[in-house]
C-alpha cells in the first residue's frame, strides 16, 4: 500500500511560480512511476505529468510544456512539479499519482493505481 500527500498548492497571480510537493510512504516508491493530473469543476481529470521510476523519463501534456518540471527524489520519497509562467486556466485541483507497473512515464488516469487527496491550485488574472 502507497499513501500519497500533496502540498505546496496556493493563490497565484498570473505568471507567477507554485511548487507542489507529493510525499509518498512505502519503501518502494522509487520502483513506481509517479504522475500528476489536474481537475476543474465540471471537468475530467486530466494529466499533467509523468516521470518514469528511474527518472530518466518524463512526459507532459502539451499545453505545460516549457513551463512545468516534474522530478522525484527516491531519497526523500518525493515528486515534485515545478509551475511557473502560470496561467489561469492552469486552476485546478493537482492530484499526485503512483504506478506500479509501467516501466515508463504513463499518462493515463487507469494506469494508476494510488492517488493523493489533492492540493488546489488558484491562479489569478
Not at 20 to 33: D, P
Request: proline fraction near 3%; charge should be neutral; charged fraction near 20%.
Amino acid at each position: 500500500q502507497v499513501q500519497l500527500v500533496e502540498s505546496g498548492g496556493g493563490l497565484v497571480q498570473a505568471g507567477g511560480s507554485l511548487r507542489l510537493s507529493c510525499a509518498a510512504s512505502g519503501r518502494i516508491f522509487s520502483a513506481y512511476a509517479m504522475g500528476w493530473f489536474r481537475q476543474a469543476p465540471g471537468k475530467e481529470r486530466d494529466f499533467v505529468a509523468a516521470v518514469s521510476w528511474s527518472g530518466e523519463n518524463t512526459d507532459y501534456t502539451e499545453s505545460v510544456k516549457g513551463r512545468f518540471t516534474i522530478s522525484r527524489d527516491s531519497a526523500k520519497n518525493t515528486v515534485y512539479l515545478q509551475m511557473n509562467s502560470l496561467k489561469p486556466e492552469d486552476t485546478a485541483v493537482y492530484y499526485c499519482a503512483a504506478d506500479p507497473h509501467t516501466w515508463g512515464a504513463p499518462k493515463v488516469v487507469g494506469e494508476y493505481d494510488y492517488w493523493g487527496k489533492g492540493t488546489q491550485v488558484t491562479v489569478s488574472s
